[in-house]
């Protein structure tokens, strides 16, 4: 299933992977690798697939990738890193960028596209002379997109702590309402599909001082900041249609965290959500992928279901295990998942 914004993709973990991470000696090798990578992918139940790249160079590569995601039965996606300033040494514009990204998106075997804007972006409001990456330039970049590509479903991968980079502004003037990260810039002409904000929970920094806990309150700070902008942002007419990007690796300590973001972002909510790999799912994500397709085919996760619930209700069927909620190691081993 999936909702209107979503135009046909479905409810389900969509697999960005990082290609800059593939190894192999050669061109061939990291394409055979890669190629491995999705043929396991769809074995997991994973039918749509993001191929991460930069502009100039993922416009040359998106057609031999196309091809690939077709043969393997898996719909492309296509992700891009935008934030460089040069390109081959010269200044790299937002509406350069915005064109090479128009390019793949104007293909009509580009299901959809993912704007990963991080850092750089970040100093949106210091006016730098030449920033490529200023609100100007996320502007530009999305007005040439668009140019090329009108029509096309596009979503991006903000901050999920969003006001630790911006804040909402005390006078908006029309639909100019956010101050730093260009968060609302790009909603004007760039994004028409989800905000797959960035709940990344598993670095090192952030391990080390919450440890298991890192989730839920990483889940609950991205609701209250992204919570402050539903209101500016219906106010300036700006589309502000949520999602999550999550880390496909870094989660041994709490598996059951990892399905129960699965489980909430597309049982319950009913909306797909990213997965970002590098540059392929570790152990565990590739575990709890396996159990989201077990507990569906099974009849165990009926769409709005409260994500718990649909764990739960796998336990005591069992006649066994605790009934908890919580998808640890034996609630896995008895669906035959191994970790």
């Known amino acids: 299933m999936s909702n209107s914004v979503d135009r046909g993709i479905p ?6 992977l990082y290609r800059g991470a593939v190894p192999g000696r050669t061109a061939e090798a990291k394409r055979a690798e890669l190629t491995r990578v999705v043929i396991e992918a769809r074995r997991l139940g994973v ?36 934030d460089a300033e040069t390109d081959n040494g010269r200044p790299f514009s937002g509406a350069a960028k915005g064109e090479f990204v128009g390019r793949v998106l104007a293909s009509a075997s580009c299901v959809a596209g993912l704007l990963d804007m991080e850092g750089r972006w970040d100093d949106a409001d210091a006016g730098k002379p030449g920033d490529a990456t200023d609100r100007d330039d996320a502007l530009a970049m999305c007005e040439a997109l668009r140019k090329l590509a009108p029509n096309a479903l596009v979503g991006d991968q903000p901050w999920y702590a969003i006001l630790a980079h911006g804040d909402v502004r005390r006078t908006p003037s029309g ?12 909603a004007r002409v760039g994004v028409n599909w989800r905000r797959f904000r960035q709940l990344y929970p598993n670095h090192a920094q952030t391990k080390a001082q919450l440890g298991t806990r890192r989730y839920p309150a990483l889940r609950s ?19 502000l249609d949520l ?5 496909a690796y870094g989660w041994s300590d709490c598996p059951w965290h990892l399905v129960d973001a699965l489980l909430t972002e597309c049982v ?3 909306r797909p959500c990213i997965l970002w790999c590098d540059y392929e799912p570790d152990r565990t994500t590739k575990a709890a992928l396996a159990f989201l397709k077990f507990l569906r085919e099974r009849g165990f996760a009926e769409p709005g279901t409260d994500s718990r619930e649909v764990v739960r209700a796998f336990q005591r069927s069992t006649g066994c ?15 035959g998942i191994l970790l």
């Open 11 to 16: 409810a389900e973990p969509i697999l960005q």
């Open 321 to 335: 295990l605790a009934v908890d909620g919580w998808a640890g190691r034996e609630t896995l081993s008895h669906a």
């Open 221 to 239: 700070r991205m609701n209250r900041e992204w919570g402050a902008l539903a209101a500016p942002f219906a106010k300036a007419g700006l589309p």
């Open 243 to 247: 999602g999550c990007t999550f880390q």
């Open 47 to 82: 039918t749509h697939i993001a191929f991460h790249g930069f502009p100039r160079e993922l416009a040359g590569a998106w057609n031999g990738l196309a091809a690939m995601a077709d043969s393997v039965g898996v719909k492309a996606l296509a992700a891009w890193g935008l």
């Open 268 to 270: 319950t909510l009913q």
């Open 175 to 186: 639909q100019d309402v956010f101050r730093g990260f260009p968060v609302d810039e790009v």
